[in-house]
């Protein structure tokens, strides 16, 4: 295999400096979504550094994710005006429905429930974004909705 | 030098010592959890604070300044003492009573000192599993007050990089990397993280409920063999001063524990020696290309290499370890000798070390009597917890010797517990085999002592032999890339001989000794150089006084190669007493 992988290709660009680690992974995880163990472990061999020390950074960050996220990333508002607006309630319903916790995606790879605070447009409380489309004044009755105009959506690009 | 006063005494120090080691000179410990001698302070336990000029700061990492006055206990400092404390059990178990470090816990000791005898906050403990994955020390997340100690040891002294933090905050834990388990980390099993660590988060894999299990199965023959290091150190435990040598009354308590017949590692030793000299001998008069010869008696030290420095496995002797050697031949030449079926041989180890847990197991050369060589790997601990469990009264006992022949051993083997230990022994008996001689001066100062990496040159007749002894994994590198660099530029090698010992100061410090709190002890407890010392001189002493001092003069090793094994490294000899080693990845994933 001649094809060198984006991991090797991101060693090499960031090797001699100092202090680039987190650059580096930044890089993995803009291209794939997550930093695979795999890619953890070649940025360690041939950027020098220690595993354990990768992880460590990996760890320390909360913007780092290790699991490959859904495909469909949903992200329920619980800012102030979207909470109060009852999007808790939506958010439970996502749970249920994914039977996923928050942070997490479903086992098929499909989706990813997140939190976020906000997303500026609270006239349109509570709101749902997922991959940047928004849904406003959601009720958790239109979650079964919005997760099967998803999966035909994802299916469709599968074909 | 600085000038300063510390509770209103006057001190002097050199320029840059912290304000914690500045106060040891006046006879005032300070409180600490997470700074250890053998680490760069960390400022995490947050327990050694003090007043600077009425600040309160944190004596480890505060370095002293002209003129400073500093309190290091008063109501308030106490206070707040007692408060970090507070915090960090709200964080740990209260488990004590089923805690294998119960009694030489330094959180427990600290708890108690400060006289905390109730907690005021709710507990945010949380249960995680156990990694027993290795099955030589076993991680407790739980209990861990992420001191760091393990940590930097792992990482720094040792430069083995299994262990590490994940995540951050309270949900912040010591795991192998990503969280994996330890035996598909890099981790060596040198159990220095267990040396250093101050709760019971790291402890040995305790093996003695299988011990005791053999022990009484009578249709057993249950043998024992005891490691140099063992017997400067067990008396710990039972309140003698750290080095004093105890090899009588161990063998004693180890014919009460019901062992049927007690052997010693150094009878190992020797043979080890034997094996390495004659192999040495052979390299540097027929092959040079295979030098350096680089010692392998270090489980930890092979595991290392085996994952980090593939390139120098030609340059390994392929002797097995003293402990091996010796159940191979309980099981082969003893058995034979005494007419025992070997199926019903059960050899036990006790060793100072949690790697020789794995080295038992590691590959199927350890088989080489058909069976397990060696069946159960017991450390000094857990040997102590046994004696007294049983409720032999060790102090009393009168020594005893050990069986023969497995049993006899010279200064030479005695010495392999500390390091520098096997070189010399290893040089003693090289000497003789190359010029027919004995050489005069046995002694080699310049490669004893607790200096990293020792370097000296030694003339066998006419020719210059280089050896070099390191000692803490981490001390290695320097001396492996120097090799490397003079093979590189076809430069003459810098070393003919290398000794490797996994553990700072030698098996004496090793990962499976005695953690006892001894009264004159500086805090923080734990393993130190002082102790590392004290053990070795233990062992140098009994090689002084030694009837013999050479392993080549060992009378029942000479029987051992004329009834049975034949000449060293060919035949049965080859087959029992050596080994081979294989590339591993460093992580199993």
Not at chain 2, 438 to 453: A, T
């Amino acid at each position: 295999m001649t094809e060198v992988s984006l991991a090797s290709q991101v060693a090499a660009k960031w090797r001699k400096k100092r202090g680039s680690l987190i650059m580096a992974l930044h890089e993995i995880q803009d291209v794939k979504g997550y930093v695979p163990w795999e890619d953890a472990y070649q940025i360690a061999e041939e950027m020098g550094i220690p595993l354990a020390r990768i992880y460590e950074v990996l760890t320390f960050y909360n913007f780092f994710k290790l699991d490959a996220p859904g495909k469909a990333v949903i992200s329920v508002c619980t800012g102030t005006a979207c909470y109060l607006k009852g999007n808790d309630k939506v958010l439970e319903e996502f749970k249920k429905e994914l039977n996923i916790g928050e942070g997490e995606s479903t086992p098929d790879r499909m989706f990813h429930l997140q939190c976020v605070r906000c997303v500026g447009c609270c006239g349109l409380a509570p709101v749902c974004v997922v991959n940047g489309k928004t849904y406003g004044r959601v009720t958790p009755n239109d979650v079964r909705n919005i997760l099967d105009e998803w999966r035909s959506k994802l299916d469709e690009d599968k074909e | 030098m600085v000038k300063l006063k510390i509770d209103n005494y006057e001190v002097e120090v050199p320029a840059g010592t912290s304000i914690l080691e500045a106060a040891r000179t006046v006879q005032i410990d300070i409180p600490t959890l997470c700074k250890h001698p053998d680490v760069d302070p960390s400022a995490g336990c947050g327990i050694c604070i003090v007043k600077v000029n009425g600040r309160i700061l944190r004596s480890c990492c505060t370095p002293v300044a002209e003129g400073m006055e500093i309190i290091t206990s008063d109501p308030e400092i106490v206070n707040v003492r007692r408060t970090v404390l507070e915090l960090i059990l709200s964080n740990h178990p209260n488990e004590c009573l089923t805690c294998i470090r119960s009694g030489h816990c330094e959180l427990q000791d600290l708890s108690n000192t400060f006289g905390i005898s109730q907690s005021r906050l709710p507990s945010l403990n949380k249960k995680f599993e156990k990694d027993e994955s290795t099955k030589a020390i076993v991680l407790d997340p739980s209990k861990c007050i992420v001191c760091g100690r393990c940590v930097e040891v792992c990482q720094n002294q040792q430069n083995v990089w299994a262990l590490s933090y994940l995540n951050r905050g309270l949900a912040t834990r010591v795991t192998a990397a990503g969280g994996i388990p330890l035996a598909e980390s890099p981790c060596i099993k040198c159990g220095q993280c267990s040396a250093h660590c101050p709760t019971g988060a790291i402890v040995e894999y305790d093996e003695t409920q299988k011990v005791w299990a053999m022990l009484n199965d009578p249709e057993l023959v249950t043998v024992v063999q005891i490691a140099p290091a063992v017997r400067v150190a067990i008396g710990e435990e039972f309140g003698y001063d750290f080095g004093e040598n105890l090899t009588g009354k161990t063998y004693a308590a180890l014919r009460r524990l019901g062992f049927k017949k007690i052997f010693d590692t150094n009878f190992g030793a020797d043979l080890t020696i034997i094996e390495e000299a004659s192999e040495f001998v052979k390299r540097f008069t027929t092959a040079p290309e295979q030098l350096p010869l680089i010692t392998s008696c270090c489980p930890a030290w092979v595991d290392l290499m085996e994952k980090y420095h593939q390139d120098m496995i030609p340059h390994f002797s392929t002797c097995k370890s003293p402990q091996a050697m010796v159940g191979a031949m309980a099981k082969t030449y003893y058995a034979e000798k005494m007419g025992i079926d070997p199926a019903k041989i059960r050899v036990i180890s006790i060793m100072p070390c949690t790697a020789k847990k794995w080295e038992i197991v590691r590959s199927e050369d350890m088989k080489s009597s058909g069976y397990q060589d060696v069946d159960v790997s017991l450390t000094t601990r857990e040997l102590a917890r046994m004696i007294k469990q049983s409720g032999i009264n060790f102090r009393e006992l009168a020594e005893e010797e050990a069986d023969s022949p497995l049993g006899e051993y010279t200064g030479a083997g005695t010495i392999f517990g500390t390091t520098g230990g096997v070189m010399t022994a290893a040089l003693r008996t090289a000497y003789f085999y190359v010029t027919g001689e004995e050489l005069e001066n046995i002694e080699f100062k310049d490669i004893e002592g607790l200096e990293g990496i020792k370097e000296s040159e030694i003339d066998i007749k006419g020719n210059k032999v280089r050896i070099a002894v390191a000692h803490g994994t981490g001390n290695v590198e320097t001396v492996l890339q120097k090799l490397r660099d003079a093979k590189a530029n076809g430069e003459e090698l810098p070393y003919h001989f290398i000794e490797v010992m996994a553990c700072r100061g030698g098996c004496v410090a090793g990962g499976g000794q005695p953690r006892v709190m001894m009264p004159g002890q500086p805090k923080p407890r734990g393993i130190t150089d002082d102790i590392r010392r004290k053990r070795a001189q233990g062992l140098l002493n009994e090689d002084l006084q030694a009837k013999e001092r050479r392993s080549h003069h060992n009378q029942s090793i000479k029987t051992l190669y004329a009834e049975y094994l034949g000449t060293p490294g060919e035949g049965k000899a080859h087959k029992l007493l050596h080994t081979h080693y294989v590339a591993r990845p460093k992580y199993q994933r």
